[in-house]
């Protein structure tokens, strides 16, 4: 029903700054358009993209692609064939969600290695009524599977160009890009020689030998979990 993901949008007061930080853990920069007044930037492992916007801060959007928006859409009155058309919600933990009409960066030639990250698993959200979340993301297409797996108990909505991992707000407290390295250790090694600290803390129930966080310029934060033994 959303469509196709696009991108993790995130608002950036230093784009350059954000740039580097992903170009420096092996993301890729992808040709962006001018479908925004505002500087911009995307970058990707291949598996997420995420979307640099120089504009006021505000909170991560999850950004999707479905054509034909004003079709879908013609009752709002906003809309116009001659602009550039979007559509947003709030899921009931907050969280926004964004539908464009069009792709505002040119698909990216195949990327045979991940990033530094490992490969992404999908983003976590904080979800003070899990119940509720998951019925509101499933009315949208997605399959809700809860996920016992050793790590933080969550809830995963699927579907076939991303995963949303529903979290308990005491383990995940803000949008959170979730991947799997194969090997800890040798990331914090190569974290270091690129300058890059591990965040000092990690969700609630995780400890050091399982996971490691990254914090970005612009506030993200990336968990990456060690691959399991």
Known sequence: MLGRFLEFSVATPDIAASFDFYSRLGFAQVPAGDAWPHPYAVLTDGRIHIGLH????????????????????????????????????????GHRVRLLEARTFSPARQLTNASLCGDFLEVALAAADADSAKLWWER???????????????????????????????AIAAPTLVFEALALAPLRAQLATLGIEPGRTLPQGLNADAALRLVAPEGTSLLIYGAPG
Do not use: K
């Open 54 to 93: 120089a504009t006021e801060p505000d909170t991560p959007q999850l950004t999707f692609v479905r054509p034909l928006l004003l079709q879908a859409a013609d009752s709002l009155e906003r809309l116009g064939s001659d602009q550039f058309n979007e559509l947003g919600w709030r899921d009931p933990g």
């Open 140 to 170: 949208l297409g997605f399959v809700g599977l809860d996920e016992r797996d050793g790590r933080l108990d969550h809830i995963c909505c699927m579907s076939d160009t991303l995963n949303v991992g529903l979290y308990a707000p005491q």
